[in-house]
């Protein structure tokens, strides 16, 4: 169950010290973030590593999404 919690706040985006945080205010549950973190490792819950280069992700996005009109130029 603890798990599950764990699980669900990771892939809101939490830090692990903000899961600990919140799992010892919302939940009643104490447990230190070494702790913490080998629960992550042992779900396979990892943040990428590997960051996009933005120059790719800026030409993509021009390419992919409709172009957003801002009303007159001032």
Known sequence: MHDEIIENYFNLGLTAPEIAL??????????????????????GSTRRRCRSNLNDVVF????????VSRGPAR
Do not use: D, E, M, Y
């Open 22 to 43: 919140f799992l010892a205010s919302v939940h009643g549950v104490g447990i230190s973030l070494r702790q913490l973190k080998r629960i992550l490792r042992r779900l």
């Open 60 to 67: 993509l996005g021009n390419a992919t999404w409709p172009a």
